[in-house]
């Protein structure tokens, strides 16, 4: 195989951006992100509704700001998983152009509580999170990556938390406790679901007073990453659409193409039982008594032109193939009977003198 077959030119296959927007209550996620999906959908020349996933009860209030920017809205209340599914769906297959979903976190929380229930469990073990967090990954945000679309949501955050040291004696006695304290802040769902997207922003409501004493309070935003490193690792103050759009400015900028996609999806994880391993070195031991077919009849390494082609035309007939590659793949069973009818071959071969002319005209099925 050629490399022009097997990848193609770095281009881009799509403008769809995705998009999330985290912090505490208050900290103005759902109207920034709002304000993020009506500009990104008009720059990018949306034309088809955008579906909202509302569970927080608040799309009521964007109403007037959807009808302002004159965009199409479909709602779905729901916190089912399943129902992502299908928005995902309806975005692949072009009947929505944008799916905003506001919160993913309570779709989490579903999620944990329809496994307790499942599972008839009134607390989470390490046992049980291991089981589900990759079901969630699977379930989620794999489907996430992999649907072509413009996808912004939105996660409620919580603090994380960092045990202390605990204080020890001269012997090594442990005589105070280390205490868990907030080392950070996060969303509230699963590892690193936050960073699947291009654009990953941090919500936060700061508070002060100004100098006539009055309570003043505002919406920052930090963007914690930004595939298009326009505004990466930047703030804005009470953002508007404006802050965000170098990054749809970016991708809008790309020069789109079509991209290589799976080749091949070979199983190459080993067992348990250990028949992976077992089976590639089977299908080894056959290939080295192919070659000794080769080695023993005086063309394991040809080294003038005719031997070169002779030996091509025998692999050629023999396995219906010249690449060393393909062939590896043979089940074993097919290794081993070409190597029957290689060795059978020769027996003709050897006691011919226009060989190339033979295997020209050889036919494997007759």
Not at 88 to 112: A, H, M, P, V
Not at 250 to 258: P, S
Request: glycine share 6%; charged share 30%; with cysteine.
């Amino acid at each position: 195989m050629k490399l022009s077959d097997f990848a193609t030119k770095l281009t881009a296959e799509n403008h769809f951006i995705k998009a999330s927007f985290g912090g505490m209550q208050g900290a103005g996620k759902s109207r920034t992100a709002t304000d993020f999906v009506i500009g990104a959908y008009k720059d990018l020349k949306c034309t088809k509704p955008i579906l909202i996933i509302d569970n927080e009860k608040g799309s009521r209030f964007l109403i007037p700001i959807f009808k302002r920017a004159n965009i199409e809205v479909v709602l779905k209340d729901t916190c089912s998983l399943s129902d992502v599914h299908a928005a995902f769906d309806f975005l692949k297959s072009g009947e929505i152009d944008f799916l905003f979903i506001d919160s993913l976190t309570k779709i989490y929380y579903q999620f944990i509580k329809d496994y307790k229930t499942k599972n008839k469990k009134s607390f989470m073990t390490l046992m049980d999170w291991g089981k589900i967090l990759p079901v969630w990954q699977e379930e989620f945000s794999d489907r996430f990556v992999n649907t072509e679309g413009s996808i912004v949501f939105t996660g409620r955050g919580g603090f994380e938390y960092e045990k202390e040291d605990d204080q020890l004696d001269e012997s090594g006695k442990v005589t105070e406790k280390g205490q868990f304290v907030k080392s950070g802040v996060k969303m509230k769902i699963a590892g690193e679901t936050p960073y699947e997207t291009d654009l990953n922003v941090w919500m936060s409501l700061e508070k002060d007073i100004d100098k006539n004493n009055r309570p003043i309070q505002n919406n920052v935003a930090f963007v914690l990453k930004d595939r298009s490193d326009t505004i990466n690792g930047k703030s804005f103050i009470m953002p508007s659409y404006k802050a965000f759009r170098p990054v749809i400015k970016f991708i809008l900028g790309l020069e789109m193409g079509e991209v290589s996609k799976e080749t091949t999806h070979d199983n190459l994880t080993p067992g348990s039982d250990f028949d992976y391993l077992d089976k590639q070195q089977q299908r080894k031991i056959q290939m080295e008594k192919i070659e000794a077919v080769f080695e023993l009849n005086n063309l394991g390494s040809p080294r003038i032109t005719e031997e070169k082609k002779l030996k091509t035309l025998i692999i050629q007939k023999i396995f219906g193939t010249t690449s060393k590659t393909e062939i590896k793949k043979f089940p074993i069973s097919a290794l081993n009977n070409c190597r029957v009818e290689l060795e059978e071959l020769f027996l003709v071969l050897n006691n011919r003198d226009d060989k190339i002319d033979f295997m020209l005209q050889y036919d494997k099925a007759a």
